[in-house]
């Protein structure tokens, strides 16, 4: 059974940083490409960053700069770490997990980000 449990949300004033952490069990870890998106509210869940196996990252162009998506293989955990933190970053924060080569995919439960201004 596949299960992805994220780690680190909460509230933070604008400015501040924050560590999300994805552990993910009941996959080869290393088989998969990890992701984290984003929904606030009344929008559409959106892509924030994401790592390919082999390490190459991809940013949203808002995000660039400020946040670094990471990998843990012998952990099997993805880090999401989020500096100058603003009030448009307030979200549900969700992990994703796509194994290579095909469409099989994954989702953590989600866990929430609020940034005060």
């Known amino acids: 059974q596949v299960q992805l449990v994220e780690f680190g949300g909460g509230l933070v004033q604008a400015g501040g940083s924050l560590r999300l952490s994805c552990a993910a069990s009941?996959?080869?870890?290393?088989?998969?490409?990890m992701g984290w998106y984003r929904q606030a509210p009344g929008k559409q869940r959106e892509l924030v960053a994401r790592?390919?196996?082999?390490?190459?990252?991809d940013y949203e162009d808002s995000v660039k700069g400020r946040f670094t998506i990471s990998r843990d293989n012998a952990k099997n955990t993805v880090y999401l770490q989020m500096n100058s933190l603003k009030a448009e970053d307030t979200a549900v924060y969700y992990c994703?997990?796509?194994?290579?080569?095909?469409?099989?995919?994954?989702w953590g439960q989600g866990t929430q980000v609020t940034v005060s201004s």
């Open positions: 994703n997990v796509v194994r290579s080569y095909t469409e099989e995919a994954y």
């Open positions: 009941g996959i080869i870890f290393s088989g998969y490409h």
């Open positions: 790592i390919t196996r082999s390490g190459v990252t």
